[in-house]
């Protein structure tokens, strides 16, 4: 499927046509809001606020979302959304990229219940190993958040919290099969006692898989991974938790495999010391370790490990709000590259000014970064919003943010090719650095909203590949982007009824060359419905994407695509219930990326699962 290039203003126009009547005949009325059409959030501020105050655009996958669509895997959340570009080398656990707002794969930041997890030396974070089934809620942000979180996250922060313990003492069970000799099996329980509860789940998962390439063979999955999570409520009204995730497998891919783990270690601390001052403190540890077995090449191990301390201390003075913190991390590396530098260490003081006027919110964010491998960065935030009444809302935003140089792009060891090219890292690299203004509109209602946003994203010294005359490739600053966009959203509950929608328009430049950037689309759109009727539930989702250039040059173009799942369940006795899905309903064969020697990674065809769940008190 290719969009044309009339396309854009035609959906554009189908889209805001109808959100204009809409709006107009809901101005009439008096809007009332609910809590699941403005839900809290707590990835876009430095404290939990709603949609509509975090002055961000931001969508949230809510438990009942990730039930009702059962994803297969977690790149299923993602597809679609506001903003967002996926980017897979095929399907079943294969490499996956996250572009947020037109940016590389390495400006997204990636947290598991509020650790950060992806690899140090790509940069990238390991999305396809995730298993989504342990995933309770994902948090969407973007605009740039370096102001609260440091390096890469420039496009955006995706958080994905998992399932987290009842204070009854329950359990589930669940068991499903499919296509491609897919197999599953998961369990979990919850028990509570007082103050105190905790939780244990986990899963592991089988697939032969399918061919990746054209006329290639089957390239199979295996996963398992488990969450446990202890939660305590403390008398004065503070909390003390430990959760880790694990995940680990194998993962084949065309001339070889690779067997993973990937882990993330939270432990946090929050408590009141007066009225006014609440402080939290979060120990933690994320791993991505990776092993793998290639055909063509020696055998490789990279294996990274980041260690955290965070310290925050909130400040109250009536409905104004200060955040003072710090952080401190240290990234390691090890493996069977012999790197110049194994380790890094970064020290971080940032600072968040909450301020409300009635209608009129304003917030203020700062950060400064010292990292002994880049040096010092400062990265700052401002943003205005006004509710001009119950349920609409104008907000306006700048904002600074940087990606950090990873240990490959700094350290990787000079490596001679067979075919007479050679590779090396580079130490004088600095961070891209980045600035974004973003004007949004909202409106609220008792069963719908809709938010629009409009966007640009100007990013200097883009680390990219360039080659001497001796045909050594080094990674180097020297491009710049300019990245605009519009993203259109909207959503209704109503007698059963679960709808959402969204489109984006957006134009990734490089300004040196006014070639789009490489792997993004410049059009997507995302429909999802869903009715639940007494016990059953059906539903369907349809996700279409423009073209895209898989190189720089843009002369290898992969076409657009539209993809269309339907899904439906049935409570069929106490405690029991059964899904079906079926993925690619029409059997689309669609690429997202290329391989080196010209190939193109397609994505599985039509897929169909069905599960069996029982849940017991």
């Known amino acids: 499927m290719g969009f044309s290039k009339a396309t854009p203003a035609l959906l554009c126009s189908f889209t805001v046509l109808p959100l204009a009547s809409a709006i107009a005949n809901a101005a009439e009325s008096e809007p009332l809001l609910v809590a699941e059409l403005d839900p809290i959030v707590v990835t876009a501020t430095l404290g939990p606020r709603t949609v509509g105050e975090s002055l961000s655009s931001v969508t949230v996958v809510s438990e009942e979302d990730l039930e009702q669509q059962s994803p297969t895997e977690f790149s299923e959340v993602l597809r679609g959304q506001p903003g967002i570009n996926v980017i897979s080398n095929g399907s079943f656990g294969k490499n996956t ?137 403390l008398d004065n009204g503070g909390q003390a938790s430990a959760v880790v995730m694990q995940s680990e497998g194998n993962t084949e891919f065309e001339g070889g495999n690779t067997d993973f783990m990937i882990r993330t270690l939270g432990l946090r601390l ?105 040096g010092k960065h400062e990265t700052g935030g ?11 809302r104008v907000r306006l935003s700048y904002g600074t943010s940087f990606r950090a140089p990873t240990f490959n792009d700094l350290y990787y060891p000079l490596e001679v090719y067979a075919w007479g090219g050679a590779y090396s890292g580079n130490t ?27 966007y640009q994203l100007d990013v200097e010294n883009l680390i990219s590949l360039e080659t001497d005359n001796t045909g050594l490739m080094a990674p180097a600053n020297v491009d710049k982007a300019r990245i605009r966009g519009v993203e259109i959203a909207s959503g209704f509950e109503r007698d059963g009824w679960n709808g959402r929608a969204s489109l984006a328009l957006a134009d990734p430049r490089d300004r040196e060359t006014d070639n789009r950037l490489r ?43 539209g993809t269309l799942d339907l899904r439906a369940g049935w409570e069929f006795a106490p405690g029991w219930s059964s899904r079906v899905t079926v993925a690619n309903v029409l059997d689309k064969e669609y690429a997202t990326a290329e391989r080196f020697d010209g190939s193109r990674y397609i994505a599985a065809g039509r897929t169909a699962l069905l599960s069996v769940r029982y849940d017991f008190q």
């Open 382 to 392: 401002v943003a205005l919003g006004h509710a001009f009444d119950r349920a609409h």
């Open 519 to 561: 792997r993004r689309s410049a059009q997507t759109l995302r429909l999802a419905l869903d009715k639940t009727i007494q016990t059953w539930s059906f539903g369907g989702t349809f996700i279409a994407e423009g073209y895209r250039y898989d190189d720089a040059a843009n002369a290898n173009r992969l076409p657009g695509y």
């Open 428 to 454: 004088d690299l600095k961070p891209e650095k980045s600035g974004s203004v973003e004007l949004g509109f909202s409106g609220r209602y008792q069963n719908w909203f809709w938010d629009l946003a409009l």
């Open 97 to 233: 990229s996250v572009y947020t707002r037109g940016t590389g794969s390495e400006s997204t930041l990636f947290m598991i219940d509020g650790v950060r997890l992806r690899s140090a030396t790509s940069g990238s974070a390991p999305w396809q190993f995730l298993p989504v089934d342990l995933v309770e809620r994902v948090e969407i942000v973007r605009g740039p958040k370096s102001s609260l979180y440091g390096a890469d996250a420039v496009g955006g922060v995706v958080q994905a919290f998992t399932l987290e313990p009842t204070r009854e003492n329950s359990g589930w069970a669940e068991l499903a099969g499919g296509s491609f000799n897919t197999g599953k099996g998961m369990a979990g329980v919850s028990l509570g006692n007082g103050n105190t509860r905790a939780s244990i789940s986990g899963l592991h998962q089988e697939s032969d898989g399918t061919a990746i390439i054209e006329d290639g063979e089957d390239r199979g999955y295996r996963n398992t991974a488990g969450v446990a999570r202890v939660v305590h409520d």
């Open 270 to 374: 929050d408590t009141p010391v007066s009225d006014q001052w609440r402080t939290s403190i979060q120990f933690s540890e994320a791993r991505d370790e990776q092993e793998t077995f290639n055909d063509l090449y020696d055998n490789s191990v990279f294996d990274t490990r980041a260690l955290t301390g965070r310290w925050e201390n909130t400040f109250t003075m009536d409905v104004h709000e200060l955040v003072v913190g710090t952080e401190l991390v240290n990234d390691e590396v090890s493996g069977t590259t012999d790197f110049d530098e194994t380790s890094r260490f970064n020290t971080a003081l940032f600072t968040q000014l909450r301020l409300n006027f009635g209608p009129t919110d304003l917030q203020f964010s700062l950060r400064g970064d010292d990292n002994e491998a880049y």
